[in-house]
């Protein structure tokens, strides 16, 4: 089953931002989403509907809502779980 892959506002601006080479693998990650949704590790406290795949020093944060996946940020790990 493919799902679904949507941009918060907040996260396409990020990813814009990002380097092209970043950029390009926070790309190939969310089409691998697509078909698995539970590729990246759940989240705890209180962003424990969510889940983050690393990208280097960077990661995606994420909820699977049924068939879609909402990225609701694509950020350096310092700053992504704020």
Same mark, same amino acid.
Do not use: F, W
């Given at each position: 089953?493919? %799902?679904? =892959?949507t941009?918060?506002?907040? /996260? ?5 931002r990002?380097?092209? /080479?970043?950029?390009?693998?926070a790309?190939? @990650?969310?089409?691998q ?5 539970e590729l990246?590790k759940?989240?705890?406290n =209180?962003? @424990? ?5 690393? +990208?280097g020093?960077y990661?995606i944060?994420y909820?699977v809502?049924?068939?879609t996946? =909402? +990225? ?5 790990? @310092?700053?992504? %779980?704020?």
């Open positions: 089953m493919s %799902y679904n =892959v941009l918060a506002r907040e /996260a396409a601006r990020e990813l814009e990002l380097d092209k /080479a970043i950029q390009a693998q790309i190939r @990650k969310m089409a989403l697509r078909e698995n949704p990246g759940p989240l705890g =209180v962003m @424990k509907t969510k889940r983050s795949i690393h +990208i020093k990661r944060i909820s809502l049924g068939t996946i =909402v +990225i609701a940020r694509i950020a350096h790990r @310092k700053g992504a %779980y704020e």
